[in-house]
């Protein structure tokens, strides 16, 4: 019976020791790395990316169909989803990038509706998504680059999606942190848990005051429109 409890207990070890690996690594967690807030969250973000990409998909099958096609976005020379969907930048990998957008955020919400129905992931799993908006987060900051300085205009679709990957990226990037997905010292992963807000809200000052600066001109109103 010794031996016969101390095999169960063996074969028992390694899925304990995995268990653990997703735990939090701080307490109490923030609320936004709480399962259903963080749930939420990217929910919320993931619906409001989701129906912007959608938007941006049937105004690109119309200018497809029309060249001459208006968008609902087209306000005028600087602000205009039309202009920029003629662009090289607009199809980076030979298919629109919205296409991306359909896709990636339909994720988003799956794992959200996952979450809140009580799925538990695995540690790969998180990896995977960690993995997924670090690519999509590093592709919106270049997609802003070269709206604001080189193609010198903005698609207010485009926009909403740069608005929601914000605090996408932030907090799957704090809840991996403080769940011990992605190893950092514990100092630094309460710095960071408790100024996930904080962190978002300057990163979307830095955006309104690149966009302020690349268009001062047509604020200023010395464009000539």
Known sequence: MPSTARGNLANQAPSHVEDLSTQPLIGPL???VRDKPFAWLLLITGVIGWLASGALVLEKLEVLKDPNH???CDVNPWVSCGAVMQT???SVFGFPNMFIGIVAFAIIITTAMG???GAKFSRGYWWGLQAGVTLGFAFVVWLW???LYSIHVLCPFCMVV???MIPLFVWVTIRNLTHGVIKAPSGLVKLVSG???IIVALLYVAVI???FFAFIHVFAGTSGY
């Open 30 to 32: 923030p609320g936004a």
């Open 70 to 72: 208006v968008t609902v």
């Open 88 to 90: 090289p930048q607009s």
């Open 115 to 117: 979450i809140l129905a």
């Open 145 to 147: 680059s070269q709206a």
């Open 162 to 164: 740069w608005a929601v």
């Open 195 to 197: 100024s996930g807000w």
């Open 209 to 211: 005051a690149t966009i």
